[in-house]
């Protein structure tokens, strides 16, 4: 290796097990090479080959990591190396993609050098005076290498022990994966394939992990020269499940070191360390060796769980599983007053406007004494019905004939402190927004999107859960539109009866894929398809972030193919490189770009149905299905009435945005056949927080005069004024297609949360600003933040 350091100790690390085959080391021009090639351009378009590419560049990267520990160190110091470079020469367009692909290599090192963690340490530092999302970045990365320069391998332990749920009696967190696929997408070979990528890994022993830990751990702290790899990694090997209690007392030594902090004695960590190697090199009969070579211990993927979402999934019903079956509830209890395992009805069935209530009159005491003889004196309506069942058992069996006994009822209205737990989640959220447009600069009324968390800026920390969801999305917009009606959903049922809010934190992903195209579709099929892009807010997300573009963006390009070549030739060796990419993506993609969630009222014609309330994130369709079929070529041949070409009449009332802040109210009346809504910009000069609307014809006529064919605003209500009636698709989802529509009315979701401090301070209130209190704090919409690498990069 050429220019090398003297910190630079490559040549003692060896292989991943003192018995693996080590792949050559690769020398640091071909590792300079391979950044350079991996690195977003400004000239790189969204669909080119090469943008497409960099995307298996950078896993392939990653790969020579894993195969050889030589390599970790000569990249840590070759990315280093180009930060300041990109800093010296002002290329900000580099500093993110190298800063994460960075951190996932000191993550993955076997041993880093004091002089090398200062280096890095000091960039992070400088990178608090760059503008934000760097600034945001940066300030995450320089507590995480601070702490990692006093406790090495403290961020390995952490995030194997979270994601792999290791039992333990000192970190109480725990990661889960959720992918959610749409069936729509991911139907047939396509599906099959990506589930066999996710299930490659397989099931692994949780004592190997163990040995992981352990071994990277001590690897971290002591170095080649007071540490030798192969027979320590043979030691651990031969112990089998007596490895646990040294897991144990390694998790013991860096989380003590971990909260005395920078009162901590480094050195004394160290000792105790080399004290756990010597004990376990002497217990295996091997003779402990004070120098020799170091093992890679691979970072393994997190614990994925692959759901076709379908009409009978419930994602929440499948995070309440997975925390009631986590052993961390075993382990560390919650307090009494955070017990609430029933779950109630479906939350679908919570959401108000998705079914009317009747008020009755009941007879019915409460009392179990005065229930008629044959009567069933519990009807569970929770999840975990069985473990219901023998509670009330329990109960029956011990309760005295002639004792009152009161009957489960449901708690209706949220309590004092379960609206509290809900305004400081949205205040963690979203602070700062003054219930505005939530514009990423915080000041009421912005047209600039939010993004990026605001830990710089936030006055209401966000309290660490001791449960972490990440909740993928694979599809086109249509997966992203049930995805925003199911957080929209699971807000209200919390807001209604709290359960997962104190205890689980939700981080969303977004993987955009496109369905398979069928060339020889028929006419009615070619109808029934979405116009224009299928997946809108990927082509934002790539738009305003090249690295999620080069690696995110080109994954759901690559995976039509890999189910391609799999299915042609299945006796190729898997390689889990969809799973890789979602660890990369869900462990780096730490910056939220918030999109806000729309809610939509529709009417019909038919007096008789009850309006129907639903929500869209990305698009909302309204056309006139007469006027569907008929194309412009058939217009201009034929002469039809003013009416049969131009469409139906109907009125607008509108709330028109503004770049000044000062929005018009204004109502007209045009002929159209159908009007498409959009709250996703098509392109970066038109990147406002709003929706646009646009109608089907490229000048609309109004009464008096023209009306323009693209309208911002940021609300709406369509009313057809003729006998006509029209459709409604929302997300360009045909399953959520309104028939016979009379009118439609557009505004934005507010937060259930807000919503509950509104209730509680009309109670109080005697006409005066509503927005005094908390309410000034608090964002009034419900955005759904999707997660990116950078957020978004002006």
């Not at 192969?230 to 040294?246: F, I, N, R, Y």
Request: glycine fraction near 6%.
């Amino acid at each position: 290796m050429t220019n090398r350091d003297p910190w630079d100790s490559s040549s003692s690390i060896r292989s991943m097990e003192p018995t693996a085959r080590c792949s050559p080391t690769v020398p640091e021009p071909e590792l300079y090479r391979s950044i350079q090639a991996v690195l977003p351009r400004e000239t790189d378009n969204q669909l080119s080959p090469d943008c497409l590419n960099k995307g298996m560049l950078r896993w392939t990267l990653h790969k020579k990591v894993q195969n050889n520990p030589a390599n970790s160190l000569s990249l840590v110091w070759v990315l280093i190396k180009e930060l300041e470079k990109a800093e010296r020469w002002d290329s900000r367009r580099f500093i993110i993609p190298l800063l994460h692909t960075l951190m996932y290599a000191i993550i993955q090192t076997a041993y880093i050098p004091g002089e090398l963690y200062k280096r890095v340490y000091d960039f992070c530092k400088r990178l608090l005076t760059y503008p934000h999302p760097y600034c945001t970045v940066g300030l995450s990365y320089t507590r995480q290498i601070k702490t990692e320069r006093s406790i090495p391998g403290l961020m390995y332990q952490r995030m194997v022990t979270a994601e792999q749920r290791l039992k333990n009696e000192h970190y109480p967190f725990q990661d889960r994966v959720f992918i959610l696929a749409d069936p729509e997408v991911f139907s047939g070979s396509l599906g099959m394939a990506l589930l066999g990528d996710i299930e490659t890994y397989g099931s692994v022993n949780p004592f190997d992990h163990m040995c992981s830990v352990v071994q990277h751990s001590i690897q971290a702290a002591l170095g080649a020269e007071q540490c030798h790899g192969p027979k320590l990694a043979q030691a651990l090997k031969d112990m089998g499940q007596d490895v646990e209690s040294h897991f144990q007392e390694v998790l013991a030594a860096l989380e003590q070191s971990a909260e005395e902090g920078s009162k901590g004695d480094g050195g004394l960590l160290r000792s105790r360390l080399q004290q756990l190697y010597s004990k376990i090199l002497s217990e295996t009969d091997s003779k402990p060796l004070s120098s020799g070579g170091l093992c890679d211990c691979p970072l393994p993927n997190p614990e994925m769980s692959f759901h076709l979402w379908t009409e009978e999934l419930d994602i929440w019903r499948e995070l309440a599983k997975w925390f009631r079956s986590s052993s961390i509830s075993e382990q560390f209890p919650l307090i009494p007053e955070q017990e609430d395992f029933e779950l109630g009805e479906s939350p679908g069935d919570l959401m108000p406007s998705d079914m009317t209530r009747f008020s009755i009159m009941s007879d019915d005491s409460g009392i179990e004494r005065d229930l008629p003889p044959n009567a069933d004196p519990v009807t569970p309506s929770s999840l975990d019905t069985a473990s219901m069942s023998s509670s009330w058992e329990q109960c029956k069996s011990e309760q005295d004939t002639a004792r009152l006994f009161r009957r489960g009822g449901i708690k209706m209205k949220p309590s004092v402190k379960d609206s509290m737990v809900l305004m400081q989640d949205t205040l963690e959220e979203h602070p700062s927004l003054g219930g505005g447009g939530g514009g990423r600069g915080g000041s009421k009324g912005t047209l600039q999107r939010r993004a990026g968390s605001s830990v710089m800026q936030n006055p209401f920390p966000k309290q660490q859960r001791q449960f972490t969801a990440r909740i993928v999305a694979m599809g086109d917009d249509r997966v992203l539109g049930r995805l925003a009606k199911a957080y929209y959903i699971f807000r209200k049922r919390e807001a209604r009866r709290l359960f997962l809010t104190m205890k689980v934190n939700l981080q969303f992903y977004y993987i955009p894929v496109c369905g398979p195209t069928t060339p020889n579709s028929s006419i009615k099929e070619s109808l029934l398809q979405p116009k224009g892009d299928p997946c809108t807010l990927g082509s934002y997300l790539s738009m305003v972030d090249p690295w999620y573009n080069s690696n995110i963006k080109s994954l759901g390009c690559m995976i039509p193919k890999l189910a391609k070549i799999q299915h042609t030739n299945p006796e190729r060796p898997k390689e889990p490189f969809v799973s890789d990419v979602i660890s990369y993506y869900v462990r780096t993609g730490q910056q939220p770009v918030y999109f806000p969630i729309y809610y939509v009222k529709i009417t019909f014609t038919n007096m008789t149905k009850d309006p129907v309330e639903d929500v869209f994130l990305t698009h909302l369709e309204m056309e006139f299905p007469e006027f569907r079929q008929i194309s412009a070529s058939v217009r201009e041949k034929h002469k039809w009435s003013a009416g049969e070409v131009c469409g139906a009449v109907v009125s607008l009332n509108y709330k028109k945005v503004t770049l000044s802040g000062r929005d018009v109210d204004k109502g007209i009346s045009v002929r159209t056949s159908g009007t498409q809504i959009s709250a996703i910009p098509s392109n970066e000069a038109e990147d406002l927080n709003c929706l646009t609307l646009t109608f089907n014809e490229s000048q609309t006529k109004s009464k008096n005069n023209v009306t323009d064919s693209k309208i911002r605003m940021s609300n709406v209500k369509i009313r057809t004024l003729e006998s006509r009636s029209f459709t409604v698709t929302l997300d360009k989802d045909c399953r959520r297609t309104f028939k016979d529509v009379q009118s439609i009315e557009i505004c934005p979701c507010l937060d259930p949360g807000y919503s509950v401090q509104k209730t509680m301070r009309s109670k109080f209130s005697l006409g005066e600003d509503n927005d005094a209190g908390l309410s000034k704090y608090m964002c009034k919409g419900l955005p759904l933040p999707i997660n990116t690498f950078a957020g978004i990069l002006t």
